[in-house]
């Protein structure tokens, strides 16, 4: 396959195939697009500009939701649908669903979407041999990939995509993956590394809680180091204009919420360390306006604040905070808390940020418990973050114990790594 003249889908646009190759709060948000920059151009702007030659010839289904979306806010799919130089015929929709109608742990289930009349098809919890036969049932050749991730390894979309490849392979279909930024930047890999004992859709296989890539990073990193017995039949089609450091304010993209409590930017900047809270009993804010930024429980006061503030972790403060949740945990009920202000996310850890509240809830609230599942380690992937916890470790303690795992990932890492800067 041969690229066009002008480029535009350049070195490293199509190239991976299967096997893979080898201070302030407004400090916190950040300047914005660079001046002198062009906006970024994601994957899916590069494959339409080049007259969606990759996908010439083949029936076409694609695996996304409401952040599918073009710079002017239209809906891929409903770009692509009436364009006669694509054959569209399938949607395939995630956790949530494709126009994202479900809350946390749902979907839409199998339907004709009312603005196109597509066929809808439900991958949510499913992988493998019944995930292939959906491709299978659907009639398409090349399944396509498009789906704004936040950065995190317990963030399932991710996770999707490794089903949808372990499944196209299954299904002897072809799968593009067409990138999008990571918000929280990709410079590093941040927390532990999944043990695969504790495999679950929040974590298939062995990464970092912070991964530090893109979703096509991502996917030539599963091809070619966990699904090399049978990998996809794998290209990605990159970004132009994205560098590693680039938070997402940087990126002239506008930002629709990938799921409904991941409303900004910034709940993606604190999430893969304050997630962790799922797995305890206190609220992580789902049910407020601020998910992810507040946290809390009833009889929290003032000396988780002042506790987690006497840490004097790098580039985020704690706000005292009582707030009463709509849904979820403590629905209806004031609790106490805190409110998480990043103030310079460039020296911001997030997990290790989430490690430290974690330790300071234990130590300033009686009433702090784990979920009776053990779902922190799920979250974690591992059980020494929950056990060296209980047993009195402080925060640099528990951060130690992932230091040689994550060096490892990081090295291995590397080599799929596709963005300077």
Known sequence: MSLSRRGVLAVGALAATAAGTGGAAAAARGPGPRPGRDRVRTGFDRLAADGYRLLRGQKVGIVTNPTGITADVRHIVDVMHPDPRVNLTAVFGPEHGFRGTAQAGGSEGRYDDPATGLPVYDTYLKSGQPLADVFTASGVDTVVFDIQDAGARFYTYIWTLYDCMEAAALAGK?????????????????????????????????????????????????????????????????????????????????????????????????????????????????????????????????RWAAAANALRLPGVAFREAYFAPTFSKFQGKTVGGVQVHVQDREVFDPVRTGVALLVTAKRTWSGFAWRPDHWIDKLTGNTRVRTMIDAGADTDEVVNAWRADLTAFRAKRRRYLRYGG
């Open 174 to 302: 072809r799968l593009v993956v067409l990138d999008r930024p990571n918000p929280v930047t990709g410079r590093a890999a941040l927390g532990p590394v999944l043990d695969p004992a504790f495999a679950t859709f929040v974590g298939r296989r062995e990464i970092a809680q912070a991964h530090g890539m893109t979703v096509a990073e991502l996917a030539l990193f599963f091809n070619a180091e966990f699904l090399h017995e049978n990998p996809a039949r794998l290209e990605v089609v990159t970004m132009s204009g994205w560098r590693r450091s680039d938070f997402f304010d940087a990126t002239g993209l506008p930002w629709v919420p990938p799921s409904p409590n991941m409303p900004t930017p910034e709940t993606a900047l604190v999430y893969s360390g304050t997630c962790l809270f799922e797995g305890t009993n206190l609220s992580e804010g789902r049910g407020t306006t601020r998910p992810f930024e507040l946290l809390g429980a009833e009889g929290i006061d003032h």
